[in-house]
């Protein structure tokens, strides 16, 4: 029987009177049915969500911690049964859902549980006007939440969590490809204290439910993470109503490798940045500049080292590589492969060069060996757009200046990696960089205290502990004359 999932609204599970098929991607079958979610919907839970307010903002930032932590107690305790539903859902290996995607969905709730605890406002005396003026910081309302189906539940938790924390009510619609998890975490709301309409959820299509949300007068702040073509179209739709934006978009994002880099560290992690996820996690690295006295070297180890991942079956814990999204989206990534063949580049394994065994069920999943590709022009497509695949190109440069301007040459902003063993070099490359992100010598270090986001094409705003917290509470200026 197929899984059907229902809406979220109001603390009660709601049917809907359409509904889109969800695919297993390492299969190829339809195994689940998603509300196909509109404006009625969307209507519907934002009104639960505005009755749920005055209760909820009132809660004092203790209350509001002590359910954000029982939430993800909760979780949690499910681990391994949200572990397996994503890998189901998105394709993942189970080993990554186990490891990256689930406790970093815990972690969300625990670390804005704890840091909603922390905040202090400014004050500032004017002795001579005999005034003291200080800040407070509220909650700002119903907030629309709209994330992407590459992390599910890890995306949407980041989103979840410091909304709630700060005090505000929320309507979210994750990817109409993911959203198993998101209905799982629903089941567990009520008993984590959750108040009816605090945390509603409209499942569905972007272009419905997602614009229905953009559109909605009553939400007035918007946090999207996805591409950077829905970003535009999410920022013209709600231009009108003079929204309050968060976007994390896309990337493209390079790793620069000087000679003095120590290889035996950097070529591990630069095969996990990227291929990890199926490349399908907006931080993975997709173009590699290599200084040209090491340049053979590295490619020779990194496409060996490339070959030994796995894939395959992501229900198989030894597997590395599992199922991409779709088949659109395995067709689109291909073409990119072929794209670079066609303009002279060499692909050196995977797709087009080495032969993909599958399990006799999995023959009709979504799958793609990790591809690496080298010569590939700065102004090629393979170079300049994002493939969000297992897909990276590498190429030569020599001098730290000129490695810096090529680096830069996208329109995307969003992480880089430098490997060098020069502390003033990697200091100076970091500065000079555009990019949210930049980290040395190692790839996906995070502290949630410290700015998450993009420059450039990659997105407006950041998250993080401060950053999340100025985004989801409005600031107020108060001056008191004694
Ligand atoms: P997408 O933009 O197609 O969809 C993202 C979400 O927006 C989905 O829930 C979708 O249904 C919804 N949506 C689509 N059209 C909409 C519309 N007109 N109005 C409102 N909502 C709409 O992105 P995707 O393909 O799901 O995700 C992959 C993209 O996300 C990649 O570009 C990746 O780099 C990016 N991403 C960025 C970050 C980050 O933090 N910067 C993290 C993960 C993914």
């Known amino acids: 029987a197929l899984l059907v999932l229902e809406n979220f609204i109001g603390g009660k599970f709601v049917p809907c009177s359409s509904y889109i098929d969800s695919y297993n991607p390492s299969t190829g079958d339809v195994y689940c049915r998603v509300p196909d979610s509109g404006k009625e919907e969307v209507e519907a839970a934002v009104k639960a969500a505005k009755d749920a307010f005055p209760i909820w903002s009132s809660k004092s930032p203790l209350e509001r911690s002590q359910i954000l932590n029982k939430l993800a ?34 972690y969300n709730f625990r670390f804005f549980a704890s840091s909603i605890l922390h905040h202090v406002t400014e004050c500032t005396e004017m002795a001579t006007m005999g005034c003291v003026h200080y800040t407070s910081r509220a909650p700002v309302g119903v907030a629309g939440l709209i994330s992407p189906w590459n992390l599910p539940l890890y995306l949407l938790t980041w989103k979840i969590a410091p909304a709630i924390a700060c005090g505000n009510t929320v309507v979210a619609k994750p990817s109409e490809m993911t959203s198993v998890t998101a209905w799982m975490m629903c089941k567990l709301l009520e008993k984590a204290g959750v108040p009816h309409g ?68 950097c070529i591990p992690t630069t095969l996990r940045s990227s291929f990890a996820n199926q490349g399908e996690i907006c931080l993975c690295t997709s173009r590699i500049f290599v200084q040209r ?100 190109c590498v190429v030569a440069f020599d001098t730290e200046e000129e490695v810096i301007k090529r680096a830069n040459g996208v329109k995307y902003g969003l992480a880089a990696t430098v490997w060098s063993g020069n502390v003033g070099r990697v200091h100076r490359v970091a500065h000079r960089l555009q990019s949210g992100l930049v980290w040395t010598n190692c790839w996906l270090v995070r502290d949630l205290n410290l700015p998450f986001g993009g420059m450039k094409a990659s997105g407006v705003g ?21």
Not at 88 to 105: C, E, L, N, S, V
Not at 207 to 225: M, N, Q, R, Y
Not at 239 to 259: M, Q, T, V, W, Y
């Open 198 to 265: 605090v945390v509603n959820i409209v499942f569905g299509t972007g272009g419905k439910a997602g614009e229905a949300l953009v559109c909605h007068p009553d939400v007035p702040l918007i946090s999207f993470t996805g591409s950077t073509l829905t970003a535009q179209r999410i920022t013209e739709k709600s231009a009108p109503h003079c929204k309050r934006l968060s976007l994390e978009l896309g990337g493209k994002n390079p790793a620069i490798i000087f000679d003095d880099a120590d290889l035996s560290q």
């Open 462 to 482: 950041r998250e993080g502990a401060k950053d999340s917290y100025e985004f989801f509470t409005e600031i107020k200026t108060i001056t008191i004359k004694h």
């Open 293 to 392: 006295g090491i340049y053979s070297e590295f490619l020779k180890r990194f496409v060996a080292e490339a070959r030994k991942w796995k894939t395959g079956n992501p229900s198989d814990p030894t597997v590395d590589v599992g199922a991409l999204i779709s088949k659109e989206h395995l067709e689109k990534v291909r073409n990119y492969v072929k794209k670079a063949r066609a303009e002279g580049a060499r692909v050196l394994c995977g797709e087009g060069v080495d032969s993909l065994s599958l399990p006799p069920g999995n023959q009709k999943g979504y799958f793609m060996l990790p591809t690496v590709i080298a010569e590939v022009k700065d102004e090629s497509c393979c170079m300049q757009e994002e493939i969000f695949g297992p897909v990276t």
């Open 73 to 106: 107690d909760l979780i949690e305790h499910d681990l391994e049964a949200f572990a397996q539903a994503e890998s189901k859902d998105q394709g993942k290996t189970i080993t990554f859902a186990r490891t990256i995607d689930i406790p970093r969905a815990v």
